[in-house]
């Protein structure tokens, strides 16, 4: 079946930013998240098996399950992520960047299956530090076992000196290979996602298999496509471009949450098995820790003012659409029921 534009609108933001106005101009069927989630999800049980209060399934990463669901339904190729923030988006046309950068990959023989836009002085530093900081820890705790086999400077080189190659799998092997197991893990993600220029770069592109094994996240949802690229050994292909990208104005605090969130996910992962591993009990130890973890400390914007916390609802991370799918919670429509919800004729 050829593939079918399909525009996922998340709930709150159907009025404001992302509208059936935005659908007609992309050329695209238009579907509104509220309406899909109480025919096809049931949330309550859901919030019940994982430990996560049933009024935080919201956000960009909600929207991204139903596309998941239209995905399965249709057998489609790739979902496309254009955040919906994105406030010149004509201007910047990320659709055309990112499905010519595609098309050209593919041309030249690449099978592309994770692309995002690169832009430039994101402010996402601190996700690069905390990924830094995470395997040079590693190590240290590490570091009785790795002298024993080699120097820990000789190792450590090796890694940096990695970075240009990691699309490489031999040579990534070969350069980690004298770790211990959980340094080895580390390693790996820091080599995939350090070149990364935008780590939370809200456009891209994700193919069907990289879909397949996706955690479920509601707020996160960049974060979780990092991780488990790096984890599945997907190379991530990065598109630049010289156009400046505008944003509708987020608040100041709700930036410095997005970002703390996404580095708690990054330190959680890193500290624990592998995400693509976690059981049942797992993801409910994590989203109970998480919701229990709720204040978030923002550093003032005034000289005369105090640290300040706010009370957060942070992610909670649930199986990939497969697994919630056997176990009932989520139903695929079919295709001709889908085509009638999208008006399609």
Known sequence: MADIPVL?????????????????????????????????????????????????FKGK???????????????????????????????????????????SFESSGQNPEHIVLATPNRKNDGLHATIENMLQNALISDLKEALKKKNIQKIYKRIIDI??????????VSAIKDLPEFSKNIAKIYLYLTPIVHLLAGERVLSQNLIKKLPCINNSLETIINLTA????????????????????NSYEKNEILLIACQRLIQCFLNYKSLLEWNENDYRFFNVLNTTLSQIHILPQEWNKPVFSISANLDFIIPSLDVLC????????????????????
């Open 8 to 56: 996922v609108v998340e709930g709150d933001l159907a009025v404001s930013y992302m509208s059936e106005s935005l659908a007609k101009s992309l050329d695209c069927f238009w579907i509104n998240e509220n309406d899909f989630l109480n025919r096809f999800f049931n949330i309550k049980t859901m919030s019940k098996i994982y430990k996560f209060p049933f009024h935080a």
């Open 326 to 345: 056997d176990k009932g919670l989520i139903e695929i429509p079919s295709i001709n029921l889908l085509k009638n919800i999208l008006n399609i004729h």
């Open 163 to 172: 970075i240009p190659y990691r699309n490489d799998k031999q040579r990534v």
């Open 61 to 103: 990463g909600i929207a991204h399950i139903i596309a998941r669901v239209i995905m399965k339904a249709f057998n489609l190729s790739y979902i496309v992520m254009i955040d919906a923030d994105l406030q010149n988006i004509e201007e910047l046309d990320p659709l055309r960047l990112l499905i010519g950068s595609m098309m």
């Open 230 to 249: 790096s984890i599945l050994d997907i190379p991530t292909y990065q598109v630049g471009h010289k156009k400046l990208r505008l944003d509708y104005p």
